[in-house]
Antibody, heavy 121, light 110 residues
Framework: HGQLVQSGAELRKPGASVKISCKVS????????MSWVRQAPGQGLEWMGW????????NYAQKFQGRVTMTTDTSTSTAYMELRSLRYDDTAVYFC??????????????WGQGTLVTVSS | QSVLTQPPSVSEAPRQRVTISCSGS????????VNWYQQVPGKAPKLLIY???LMPSGVSDRFSGSKSGTSASLAISGLQSEDEADYYC???????????FGTGTKVTLL
């Protein structure tokens, strides 16, 4: 069984950047991609994109293109998500999640516990 | 604004059955597998159903999924207090080139 452990809560000012980590254990990190999903307070789930751990290819949701960078460090089995030019509406809980299934059947079977990012002046 | 539409809430008495609908289009549900997630407030989502109607190991068989055309449904039978949670459908969307979640449905026991 996989386990995804994320870094702790962050507080940032508008315009700043935040980088969240997601450390994987229990499975071979490079055999799976990694995605990031966020959830604003009281709102639904929003997919941000994914990264191929083995190849480094990325696919970001259009909404976040230009502001987000997803990376991985295979030596430590850790995935990272950096979001720049933070706005108040970026306040949310950010989850990493492991995708399974092919392109047409993608689903997320393991999730991190979530990292709260608060954007406040 | 999600492209997958769900009812905001459903309520039913314990031990009864509820069904949650998820309406999409040809670019998502009509072309790709549907998944369902359960989320208890303050926790990470949990995969309930994948590939339209398959259950991961460990998920109660009181949950079942189905799909027809551009719509999908999640049924919960024998409602229990532990089923009170938010439920989201999800699928890949070709037009958006993104994985999209439904608007979410809150299940409450009467």
């Amino acid at each position: 069984h996989g386990q995804l452990v994320q870094s702790g809560a962050e507080l940032r000012k508008p315009g700043a950047s935040v980088k969240i980590s997601c450390k994987v254990s229990g499975y071979t990190f490079s055999n799976y991609d990694m995605s990031w999903v966020r959830q604003a307070p009281g709102q639904g789930l929003e997919w941000m994109g994914w990264i191929s751990v083995s190849k480094g290819d990325t696919n970001y949701a259009q909404k976040f293109q230009g502001r987000v960078t997803m990376t991985t460090d295979t030596s430590t089995s850790t995935a990272y998500m950096e979001l720049r030019s933070l706005r108040y509406d970026d306040t949310a809980v950010y989850f990493c999640a492991r995708p399974q299934g092919g392109f047409s059947g993608i689903h997320y079977d393991f999730w991190g516990q979530g990292t709260l990012v608060t954007v406040s002046s | 604004q999600s492209v997958l539409t769900q009812p905001p809430s459903v309520s039913e008495a314990p031990r009864q059955r509820v069904t949650i609908s998820c309406s999409g289009s040809s670019s998502n549900i009509g072309s790709h597998a549907v998944n369902w997630y359960q989320q208890v407030p303050g926790k990470a989502p949990k995969l309930l159903i994948y590939y339209d109607d398959l259950m991961p190991s460990g998920v109660s068989d009181r949950f079942s999924g189905s799909k027809s055309g551009t719509s999908a449904s999640l049924a919960i039978s024998g409602l229990q207090s532990e089923d009170e949670a938010d439920y989201y459908c999800a699928a890949w969307d070709d037009s958006l080139n993104a994985y999209v979640f439904g608007t979410g449905t809150k299940v409450t026991l009467l």
